[in-house]
């Protein structure tokens, strides 16, 4: 029988905090939304509820985890 090629699977955990973008950029969620809310103002409950880019250091790193996407 022949033997398949060896392919490195999705890191799941991986794919579910960060999303890639159309130009391959990678994007995140902000931490510190759970719990604790009422000790943040208002506007820095705004500024954590966007998304933001990863930085270009890690981006690598995230993009070998996620082969297939």
Do not use: D, W
């Not at 960060?18 to 130009?23: D, E, G, Q, R, V």
């Not at 943040?40 to 990863?54: D, E, F, H, I």
């Amino acid at each position: 029988m022949p033997r398949s090629i060896a392919r490195s699977k999705t890191r799941k955990s991986v794919a579910k905090r960060f999303k890639l973008t159309a130009t391959g950029k990678v994007k995140r969620s902000h931490g510190g939304k759970r719990h604790l809310q009422s000790s943040k103002n208002a506007k820095r409950k705004r500024r954590l509820a966007q998304s933001t880019l990863v930085s270009e250091t890690v981006t690598a790193r995230i993009k070998e985890c996620l082969p297939f996407h």
